[in-house]
C-alpha cells in the first residue's frame, strides 16, 4: 500500500505542474470514495464480467510443460479479454470513474496501441469523446491498432517530439491535460506517472491475481511457486503479483526488454540498467549521467519505456520481486514457440515472460507451478516479427 | 534580502528567459550579456531536459537542440561562471530546470555549485509544493531561493503555496504549456490579488506573454511578467546573431512596463 503521500518506499510522489494538482487531488478524493463503493464495484464488475469477458481463463500448458520438462506451467489468458489484453481490465475502471466524476472526455497515451484500442473501446461504449496520443514511430509499427482506434471513434494524435515512442506520448499527453482539464479525463495505461495514477491503475489490474490464486487453489490445492509476467512500466506484471505478494512462498519475477541487449544502447531494461531519478515519479529510470531520460529500444512497443512503476521499483528494493532481462531475439523464439506449441500466439510484450520461462521451467522440479501471464493476443505482431524474420508481408 | 527581491525594488520586474545551449553557450551568454544591457531585472537560465512535460513546442525543440549540441549541465555551470566572472553579469539569476536534472547531479552538489557561482534561484516546474522539501531544505542552506508556481487552478492551493514561498511567485498565466499565445483569458487582476493576499513576496507572471500590450496589461497586476518562448523564438531564427536581436526585444519589452 501507498502512503498517503503516494509513496512505495522512496518511490512514487507527484511530480507534475502546479496546473495538475487539483485535478490529480480530485482523481484521488473521488477514487477513495468509489472503490469502496458498492454500486461502484456491482457496476465495474458486471463490465468486466459481461463486456470484457472475464474471469480470464488459467490454462493447463500441458504440452509445454512436457516439452520443458520441469515446472508444471498454467498461462493465465489475459488476451481472451475483449481488445485482446490485459488493459481493458483498468480502462473499465477508470472510464466508469471518469464517467461518475461528470467528465466526459478521456485522453490516452499508448505504446503497442493496445492501451489506445482499450480506451477508445470504453470511450465508445460510455460514450465519451476520446484522443488518443501515440509515438508517431509506434504508429507506423501498429499501424493496424491505429486503424482499430478510428475505427471505434477516437481521434489519433501522432506525437513527433522527442523519441517519439511512449515515453513522449506520456508527456504529450499530460500537456493536453493541462490544457484541459474540466471536462477530460487521462486515462493512464499503467502503474506510472503521479499517484494516485500507480495505485488506481493497480488496483484495477489485481484482477488478473485475484482470479488467478482462486483457479490455481481450485486445480491445484496450493499457491504456485513462480508467476511470471512481462513489465515495461509494470500493469500486468503488478495486476499479476498482487495479491500473492504477501505469500512469501511465491516467487514473482518480471520480465523486461533487454532490446538488444542490457550491455548495449538498444534496450528499455530499466531495472536492470537504469538509477534513481525523477519524471513524473521517483522510480527507477534509464537515463544519461545528467538525467537526460534515454532514447530506449525494444521490439516491442508496449514494453518500450525508460522507466518502472513505483511500487516494482520498491519489490525491487526489498527484494520481494526479481526483474530480469529477455532480449528482442529471445522473445521471438518464444513468439514463434508458444504459437507452434500451445496455438497460442502471444503478444510479443507476453512472449518476453514465455521467453524467461522457457529458461526456468527446465531448471525446477516437476512439482513446481509456475504461472505465466500471457497479457495479450499477438495479431497485432504478426507482420513486424515477420519483419523481423526478414519477410515482407502485407497487413 | 534576497538578490531576487533587489529585482523588484526598482518597479515592474521584466524577467526574460532563455535555453541554455541553443544554438551554443557561447551564443546564450553573450544573449545575457544584451538582456543585462537592456533592463533585465532578473534572468531566467533554462537546463535544457529531454522531457520537459511544462514546456511547448518552442523550448522544448529548443531544449532538444541544445542536448544534441553537447550541452550539460556541468557546461551550463561554467557559462554561469563565466558570466559572473568575466562578462561582468551582475543581475539576479536563477535556473529554470527540472526535478531530475538537479537530483540526478545530486540536490547538495547542485546547490553548493549553483550558490556559488551566482546562481539566486531556481525554478522546477514538476516540483509541486507537496514534493518541495527534499529540494527545499538544501536550497535554503545554500541561500538559493526555489522558487513556487501558482496557476489558473490553484484555487484554494494559493494561500498554501503561497504563504511558503521565498525569492519570487511565479504566476502562470493560462491553462496549458508554454508557448506564444495570441490571448489570456484567465482573470489575471482576481489570481494576482489572491496571491498578493496571501503573501508579501513579489510575484512575476510568464507563459503565453510575447507582445510590449500583452507585458503592459499583465505588469498592471504584477510585480513582473516573465518571458521565454518568444525570446527563444529569436534565438531560433537568428542563431548565432541572436544576442543583438535578443537585445533589442528584451529593451521594447522592459520599456513597456516601465
Redesign the interface.
Known sequence: MPDS?GRFGIHG???????????VIELEEAYNHYKNDPEFNKELTELLNEYAGRPSNLYYAEKMTKDLGGAKIYLKREDLNHTGSHKINNVLGQALLAKKMGKTRLIAETGAGQHGVATATAAALFGMECVVFMGKVDTERQALNVYRMKLLGADVVPVT??TATL??AV?EC??EW????DDTHYCLGSVMGPHPFPTIVRDFQAVISRESKAQVMEKEGRLPDYVLACCGGGSNAIGSFYHYIEDKSVNLIGCEAAGRGIDTFETAATINTG?L????MKSY?C?D?????APVYSISAGLDYPGIGPEHAMLHDTGRAQYVAVTDDEAVNAFEYLSRTEGIIPAIESAHAVAHAIKLAPTLDKDKIMVITISGRGDKDCAAIARYRGENINE | MSNIAKAFENGKAFVPFITCGDPDLDTTARCVVEMQKAGASLIELGIP??????E??VI??AS?RA?ENGC???KVFEMVKRLRTELNVTVPMVFMT????????GIERFCKKASEYGIDGIIL???????KDEFDGICKQYGIDLIS???????E?ISM?ASSATGFIYI?SS???TGVRSQITTDIPSLCAAVKAATDVPCAIGFGISTPEQAAKMAASADGVIVGSAIVKIVARYGKDAPEHVGEYVKSMVDAIK
Open positions: 503521500k510522489g507527484q511530480y507534475i505542474p502546479e496546473t495538475l494538482m487539483n485535478a517530439s522527442g515515453k513522449d508527456s499530460m500537456r493541462t490544457t484541459r482539464i538509477k531519478g525523477i519524471f513524473h529510470f537515463q549521467e545528467y538525467g537526460q531520460i | 531536459f529531454s522531457d520537459p512535460t511544462a511547448g513546442p522544448m525543440e532538444l542536448l550539460t549541465t556541468d527540472y526535478a531530475n536534472v538537479v537530483f540526478s547531479y516546474p514538476d516540483v509541486p509544493y507537496e514534493e508556481l501558482i496557476a489558473p487552478t490553484s484555487d492551493r503555496v502562470v491553462l496549458g504549456v
